[in-house]
C-alpha cells in the first residue's frame, strides 16, 4: 500500500467532514420528539457511511495523513454525541453508555497523549467491526425505546448487538494498548 500523502481536499477526506458536520443536525432532531425519527434516519446514514470514505481512499490511492485522523475522530465524535443524546432523550439507559463512553475517553486521551509524543497508531479491523456492531447495537436500542415499529424486536436485537460489540471494543482497546506498548519501546 502507498504512502498516505499530505493532500487534504480529497473526496473521502469531504465525506468524512460531512458526516461531522452532520453530527449537531441528528443531535438537534432528536432532542424535539417531533424529528426523532428523521434525526435516527440521519444518525443512520452517518453510521452506513463510515466505511464509504475509507474504502474510497484505498481503492482510489487517495489515503492522506488527514483522512486518517478525520474517519476515526468522525466516528468517535459521532458515537459520543449519539450516546450523550440518547441519555437525555432516555433512549439508552446511562450504564450502557457508559461502557462505551468510558473506552472512548481512555482512547481519545490515550490518542491526544501520542500525539504530543508523535506517535500514532492504525485503526485496526477489530475496532472498526466494534464500532459498526455497537452502532447497529445502540440503534435498535434507541428504535425500540423511542417506540418506533417493532419496538420489542429491535429492543432484543439491540441489546444483543450491543453485548457483542462492547465485547469486541475493549478487545480493540487490548490490540491497541499491546500496539501502544510496542510503538513506544
Known amino acids: 500500500m502507498a ?6 481536499l480529497t473526496i473521502p477526506n469531504v ?8 453530527i449537531p443536525v441528528f443531535v438537534l432532531m432528536l432532542l424535539n420528539e417531533g424529528t426523532r425519527f428523521a434525526g435516527l434516519m440521519i444518525l443512520g446514514l452517518i453510521v452506513s457511511t463510515d466505511w464509504v470514505d475509507g474504502a474510497i481512499a484505498r481503492r482510489t490511492g487517495t489515503v492522506t495523513e488527514l483522512g486518517k485522523v478525520l474517519d476515526p475522530l468522525a ?12 441519555i437525555a432523550i432516555e433512549a439508552i439507559p446511562l450504564w450502557a453508555a457508559l461502557i462505551v463512553l468510558i473506552r472512548d475517553a481512555v482512547v481519545l486521551g490515550a490518542a491526544i497523549w501520542l500525539a504530543s509524543k508523535d ?7 477489530i475496532g472498526k ?10 440503534g435498535g436500542i434507541a428504535w425500540g425505546n ?7 424486536a429491535f429492543l432484543v436485537f439491540g441489546w444483543t448487538w450491543f453485548i457483542v460489540g462492547a465485547i469486541e ?11 501502544v506498548r510496542k510503538a513506544l519501546a
Do not use: C, K, Q
Open 3 to 8: 504512502e498516505p500523502s499530505r493532500r487534504i
Open 15 to 22: 465525506l468524512s467532514a460531512i458526516r461531522i458536520l452532520l
Open 75 to 86: 466516528d468517535r465524535l459521532a458515537v459520543i454525541a449519539a450516546l450523550i443524546t440518547f
Open 119 to 125: 506517535v500514532r497508531i492504525d485503526v485496526r479491523p
Open 129 to 138: 467491526y466494534a464500532t459498526f456492531t455497537l452502532w447497529w447495537g445502540m
Open 146 to 152: 423511542l417506540g418506533f415499529a417493532f419496538p420489542n
Open 169 to 179: 471494543y475493549y478487545v480493540a482497546a487490548a490490540a491497541y494498548a499491546r500496539d
